[in-house]
Nanobody, 121 residues
Framework: VQLQASGGGPVQAGGSLRLSCRLS????????MAWFRQAQGKEREHVGT?????DSTYYVHYPFDISRDNAKSTMYLQMNELKPDDTAVYYC??????????????????WGQGTEVTVSS
């Protein structure tokens, strides 16, 4: 299984970005999917999780939202009203066990390479 994250880049405060994460080498609908982020000098933190069916999300807060298109094997992170504190490398991750409700890094077996988001004031 491989995950490819994309869509990051520079953006001004108050702007929006949509990140994508495509899974290959496996059946996408078998995995709960999550976004994490890691700011420079800080620990990687959980942003939110979406269930394998797409019916439920966990922890993600407005003005961020997570969605998925199982037909395209792709998950999305819509980020609105971005702030400089949102600057980080964003990672997607996949959980085959469908643990649900976990924010721990160790829950997720597969990780993408990360896409960098830089929010300027």
């Amino acid at each position: 299984v491989q995950l490819q994250a994309s869509g990051g880049g520079p953006v001004q405060a108050g702007g929006s970005l949509r990140l994508s994460c495509r899974l290959s080498g496996g059946t996408f609908s078998n995995y709960d999917m999550a976004w994490f982020r890691q700011a420079q000098g800080k620990e990687r933190e959980h942003v939110g999780t979406i269930s394998h069916s797409g019916d439920s999300t966990y922890y993600v807060h407005y003005p961020f939202d997570i969605s998925r298109d199982n037909a395209k094997s792709t998950m999305y992170l819509q980020m609105n009203e971005l702030k400089p504190d949102d600057t980080a490398v964003y990672y997607c991750a996949a959980d085959r066990s469908k643990t649900w409700g976990s924010r721990r890094l160790t829950t997720y077996e597969y990780w993408g390479q990360g896409t960098e988001v830089t929010v300027s004031s």
